[in-house]
C-alpha cells in the first residue's frame, strides 16, 4: 500500500475459498479440467458452425458468438483462479484487477443481450415464419450483435471506472476468488453510494430488459406452439426452444441470485459458490446444451465425424 492523497492499493490478494489451503490440490484438479473441457467446447462449437453449411442462419449465428463471449469471460477469471492455487501469494496488480473486472464484467453482460437476441430469433422463426428471412437478415443479426457488444462495454467501463476511482484503504484482502465489483467496493475508505447506484441500475437494467425480452418472446412463441394442431409439429416447434430455455434459465437464475439478493456475512461462501456456477460451469454447460439438445448440431457433429474418421 502507498500513501498519495489517501491510501491507495498498488495490488489486491484474492484470498479465494475457505479451505483453500488445504485442499488446493483437489480444487486445481477440478477447476482444470472444468476449464480445458469449457475450452475444447466453445472452440468446438465455434469451428462447427463456421465449418458446416448447414449452420449458417441467424440462431447459429447467435450461438457462435455465445460460445465466443462464453470463452471470453470464463478466461477472464479462471487463469488467475488456478494459478492462486498453487501461487500461495495469490495477488493480483491494482491493474491486472481492473482488467479483469473489465472483461469480465463486459462479456458476461454481452452474454444477457445475445441471449436475448437468440430468443427474438426464435419468436421469429415460430411466428413469423415466412417472414424469417427477411425479418432476421445478417443486416439486423449483425446490428443486434452489435448492440450487445456495446450494452456489454458500456456497464463493464462504467462500472470499473466508477470502481477504480475510490481511494481503498480499509485492506487490500479481496473476500473472492476474482476481482468482482461488489467485495472490491467493500474495501474502500471513500463514499460508495454512487457505485453501489450505479452497480443497481445497470444490472437492474440488463436483468429487467433482457429478462422482458425472453419472457415476452417466449410468452408469444408459447400461444403459437398451442395453436398448432399436430403433435408432432408442437414437438418439433419445441424443440427448436428447448436447449436456449435450457440455458437462460441456468443463466438468469444464477446471475439474478449474485447481484440481487442482500448481501450477509455468512452468504459471502455462497456467493463464491454462485460466481463459480456462472463464470465457470455455465460456459462449460452451454455447449453440452446446445449440442446434446439440438438436433442440427449433432447431426453437424455426425457429418464432421464422418468425414474425420
Known sequence: MEQNNGTTATEFILLGFAGQHKYWRVLFIVFLVIYLVTLVGNIGMILLIKIDSSLHTPMYFFLQNLAFVDLCYTSAITPKMLQNFVDTGQSISFIGCMVQLLVYGAFATSDCYILAAMAVDRYVAICNPLRYGTVMSQRVCSQLLTGSYFMG???????????????????????????????????????????????????????????????????????????????????????TCASHLTAVTIFYGTLSYMYLHHRTIESQEQEKMASVFYGIMIPMLNPLIYSLRNHDVREALKGVGKKCF
Do not use: E, Q, W
Open 153 to 239: 462495454f458500456l456497464n463493464a467501463s462504467v462500472n470499473t471506472s466508477f470502481t477504480f476511482s475510490l481511494n481503498f484503504c480499509k485492506s487490500n484482502k479481496i473476500n473472492h476468488f476474482f476481482c468482482d465489483a461488489p467485495p472490491i467496493l467493500a474495501l474502500s475508505c471513500s463514499s460508495i453510494y454512487l457505485n453501489i447506484m450505479l452497480l443497481t441500475v445497470f444490472v437492474g437494467f440488463n436483468l429487467t430488459f433482457t429478462v422482458s425480452v425472453v419472457i415476452f418472446s417466449y410468452m408469444f412463441i408459447l400461444i403459437s406452439i398451442l395453436k398448432i394442431s399436430s403433435a408432432t409439429g408442437r414437438k418439433k416447434a419445441f424443440s
